[in-house]
């Protein structure tokens, strides 16, 4: 059974930093493109970024330049590291996971963005 589990979230300032973390179970992040969503309240999920098998990274505009998505191969991890936090970086984030038609979620984790 496959399972990714986010943790990390919580209540950060504007401008501040936090890591959030999506560990694997029953699939191997090395071969998954790994990405990011983001859910804000009453708007839709949106893509925050992926970093792909081989490594390469891309990044919506919106956090281009302040978010860094990473893995961790021995840890069957990935990370988003969220910098220069903003207001409206507040949501729901998701973690997902992308193999051909081998497609999981994890069950998010909530980010508030405020002073």
């Known amino acids: 059974q496959v399972q990714l589990v986010e943790s990390g979230g919580g209540l950060v300032q504007p401008g501040g930093s936090l890591r959030l973390s999506c560990a694997a179970s029953?699939?191997?992040?090395?071969?998954?493109?790994m990405a990011w969503y983001r859910q804000a309240p009453g708007k839709q999920r949106e893509w925050v970024g992926t970093v792909s098998t081989t490594g390469n990274t891309n990044y919506a505009d919106s956090v281009e330049g302040r978010f860094t998505i990473s893995r961790d191969n021995r840890k069957n991890t990935a990370y988003l590291q969220m910098n220069a936090a903003k207001p409206e970086d507040t949501a729901v984030y998701y973690c997902h996971a992308a193999l051909g038609r081998s497609l999981h979620w994890g069950q998010g984790t909530q980010v508030t963005v405020s002073s």
């Open positions: 029953g699939i191997l992040v090395s071969v998954y493109n």
